[in-house]
């Protein structure tokens, strides 16, 4: 099974940026579609962004479509998520999972999980 590793999360303001970066063990992560994920206190974990397994293909979630970025670089076997003009309801654990399944943005409970890395915006 793919280890993932998440990185990036903190502390920022209102309108701040933060870049998550999501490292995997193995390259076969390169040949699954990715999904970023997040949950906030008493709130279910949702799906935020995803992408194909080229990086050809983008799927973000109303919430966050035109501030943040998914992207991928197979040849480090890491994804990232660009986080632009963040607001105090972006504060959630992020994490980052695979294989992404497109047409329901979930991931199956064979898939892998990172541990998730902290966001918190303040106002």
């Known amino acids: 099974q793919v280890q993932l590793v998440e990185s990036g999360g903190g502390l920022v303001q209102a309108g701040g940026s933060l870049r998550l970066s999501c490292a995997a063990s193995?390259?076969?992560?390169?040949?699954?579609?990715m999904g970023w994920f997040r949950q906030a206190p008493g709130k279910e974990r949702e799906f935020i962004a995803g992408?194909?397994?080229?990086?050809?293909?983008?799927y973000y979630a109303d919430s966050v479509k035109g501030r943040f970025t998914i992207s991928r670089d197979n040849a480090k076997n890491t994804a990232y998520l660009q986080m632009n003009s963040l607001k105090p309801e972006d504060t959630a654990v992020y994490y980052c999972?695979?294989?992404?399944?497109?047409?329901?943005?979930?991931?199956?409970?064979?898939?892998?999980w990172g541990q998730g890395t902290q966001v918190t915006v303040s106002s």
């Open positions: 999972a695979a294989p992404l399944t497109i047409a329901t943005k979930t991931i199956p409970r064979f898939g892998s």
């Open positions: 193995e390259r076969t992560f390169s040949t699954y579609n």
């Open positions: 992408t194909s397994w080229t990086g050809g293909s983008t």
